[in-house]
C-alpha cells in the first residue's frame, strides 16, 4: 500500500500547532494597500487560527500533520 501523501500547497500556506489548530496568513495582503484601510492593515498582520470548517479541509490535505 503507498504512503499518503501532504498536498505540496498545503505544506507551504498552513501550519498545524500542538493543539491540532491551523495557522494561516491573512488573505488580502498581497497587493493594493493603498485602498485598504490602516485598521485592515494592522488586523491582517502575521497568522491567524482558520475555523473549524475550513480546518477541516486542510487537515485532509495533511495526513501526517497530526
Not at 491573512?26 to 473549524?52: C, E, P, Q, W, Y
Request: proline share 5%; with cysteine; glycine share 6%.
Amino acid at each position: 500500500m503507498p504512503k499518503m501523501k501532504t498536498k505540496s500547497s498545503c505544506k507551504k500556506r498552513f501550519k498545524i500547532t500542538a493543539s491540532g489548530k491551523v495557522l494561516s496568513a491573512a488573505a488580502g495582503k498581497r497587493h493594493g494597500m493603498i485602498k485598504r484601510s490602516n485598521k485592515f492593515i494592522r488586523d491582517a498582520r502575521g497568522t491567524m487560527v482558520l475555523s473549524d470548517p475550513d480546518a477541516r479541509i486542510v487537515k485532509k490535505f495533511m495526513p501526517n500533520s497530526h
